[in-house]
């Protein structure tokens, strides 16, 4: 079976400092991936997604980057946080666009 | 402008009691509509995906209807549990779009108290 990791679980980080979200899916190959920032009382934003190792395509300019080093491995980042940045970071997986994703337990990211 | 409105934006039901929440949508073309049940702090979770000639699904407790003609979908919970207490959430898959093209709704938060 396909299982979706994140981490870490909760993070909080002082304005400025840089960022590194690790996601990792096990159970399948080339599945689509995912990034999405969810704040207070809104719905999901979609980041970046990715169809293979080293293809970004990002949704909206922002304060920060994807990176696709492996198969099954997306990791967001940041060289310098904002406040603004805070929020609850899902990253999912799909077989293709029209199936169904399936979301990791998120990250709640906290910049004080 | 494609936009998916979800409606109540919460509710508070009490155990044992039914409830159906509501998705309308403007997305076009259309692809399909998922409902998803979110956890608080937790990751969404998948209860249905519907596509354009689907006009009911189930999945145990939960039924989800589509009406594509007026681009509405309802979500229907039966005999509602404690654990049913989540954020519902209605997505909707734009045809032939990019990756990215899936619009979320902000969600209806269900409390479902004793």
């Known amino acids: 079976s396909q299982t979706i990791h994140q981490w870490p679980a909760t993070l909080v980080q002082p304005v400025g400092s840089p960022l590194s979200l690790e996601c990792t899916v096990e159970g399948t190959s080339n599945p689509n991936l995912y990034w999405y920032r969810q704040a207070a009382g809104r719905g999901l934003q979609l980041l970046f997604y990715s169809v293979g190792i080293g293809q970004i395509s990002s949704e909206v300019p922002q304060n920060l980057s994807a990176s696709r080093p492996q198969d099954r491995q997306f990791i967001l980042s940041s060289k310098k946080l904002l406040l603004s940045d805070s929020g609850f970071y899902l990253c999912?997986?799909?077989?293709?666009?029209?199936?169904?994703?399936?979301f990791g337990p998120g990250t709640r990211l906290t910049v004080l | 402008k494609n936009q998916v409105e979800q409606s109540p934006q919460s509710l508070i039901i009490l155990e044992g009691k039914n409830c159906t929440l509501q998705c309308n949508y403007t997305v076009s073309p259309f692809s399909n509509l998922r409902w998803y049940k979110q956890d608080t702090g937790r990751g969404p979770v998948s209860l249905t995906i519907m596509t354009f000639s689907e006009n009911t699904k189930s999945n145990g407790r939960y039924t989800a209807t589509l009406d594509a003609d007026t681009k509405q979908s309802s979500l229907h919970i039966t005999a509602s549990q404690l654990s049913d207490s989540a954020s519902y959430i209605c997505?909707?898959?734009?045809?032939?779009?990019?990756?990215?093209?899936?619009?979320f709704g902000k969600g209806t938060k269900l409390s479902v108290k004793p």
């Open positions: 997505v909707v898959s734009e045809y032939g779009g990019s990756q990215g093209n899936l619009i």
């Open positions: 999912a997986w799909t077989y293709s666009k029209r199936a169904e994703q399936f």
